[in-house]
């Protein structure tokens, strides 16, 4: 168990109004990601952080912002919700020694944009 | 890029059956590989994983063994049951910076008694 919380866990937004998803961790992981997960795509990266306050972007980032004041928390923030931003999405660490990382997931949030 | 690419779902299979689910990847250097499994209304749990060309990575009787000559890390049991029904996720770390992980679209397993 790595330790990982998201909240909420479920969200019914409408379109054009922000949402903030938060990822906690109690273990000190430097890595973070926010995946989403839709039929037929898999997971996609929306965006990762490597420290507090460094971020970058990953394959699908437009449309999110992401934030880390501090080690334990990374929060994705939706601007201006759309109905192509339903999704679940999942929060991510990594861990692992000898160049050998593996991630471990956080249970999910239900996204819901109508 | 990093890509890896699985077999379409759903899989659907007797208990007791053998299991294969193909994954093929493409990358640069020396990848580590992946198995993740799904179960309904969860995140994605590790499996199994390989980290060099040969290894062999296993766990509650699934198995892989890392390919390079063929690129491919197909999951293999011997024998299926119905709590094994989940969806399975093939992927790669390329060492890279940012430990990112590449994954495939996930294969849906339905086990049936």
């Known amino acids: 168990d790595a330790g990982i919380t998201q909240s909420p866990r479920h969200k019914v937004t409408e379109t054009g109004t922000p949402v903030t998803l938060r990822c906690h961790q109690t273990e000190n992981h430097r890595y973070m990601y926010w995946y989403r997960q839709d039929p037929g795509h898999g997971l996609r990266l929306i965006h990762y952080?490597?420290?507090?306050?460094?971020?970058d972007k990953g394959e699908v980032s437009d449309g999110y912002s992401v934030s880390r004041s501090k080690t334990e928390d990374f929060l994705l923030t939706l601007e201006s919700a759309t109905s192509s931003q339903t999704s679940v999405y999942f929060c991510a660490i990594s861990e692992g020694a000898d160049s050998s990382y593996e991630q471990y997931f956080g249970p999910g949030t239900r996204l819901t944009v109508t | 890029g990093n890509s890896v690419t699985q077999m379409e779902g759903p899989v659907t299979l007797s208990e007791e059956a053998f299991l294969t689910i193909n994954c093929t990847y493409t990358a640069t250097g020396y990848p580590s590989l992946f198995w993740y499994v799904q179960y309904p209304g969860e995140g994605l749990q590790l499996l199994l994983k390989?980290?060099?060309?040969?290894d062999k990575g296993s766990n509650k009787g699934f198995e892989a063994t890392y390919r390079k000559e063929t690129t491919s890390f197909h999951l293999e049991k011997g024998s299926v049951q119905v709590s094994d029904s989940a969806v399975y996720f093939c992927?790669?770390?390329?060492?890279?910076?940012?430990?990112?992980?590449?994954f495939g679209t996930g294969t849906k397993l339905q086990v049936i008694p």
């Open positions: 952080s490597y420290g507090v306050k460094d971020t």
């Open positions: 992927a790669l770390s390329d060492r890279g910076g940012y430990q990112k992980v590449t």
């Open positions: 390989a980290t060099k060309a040969d």
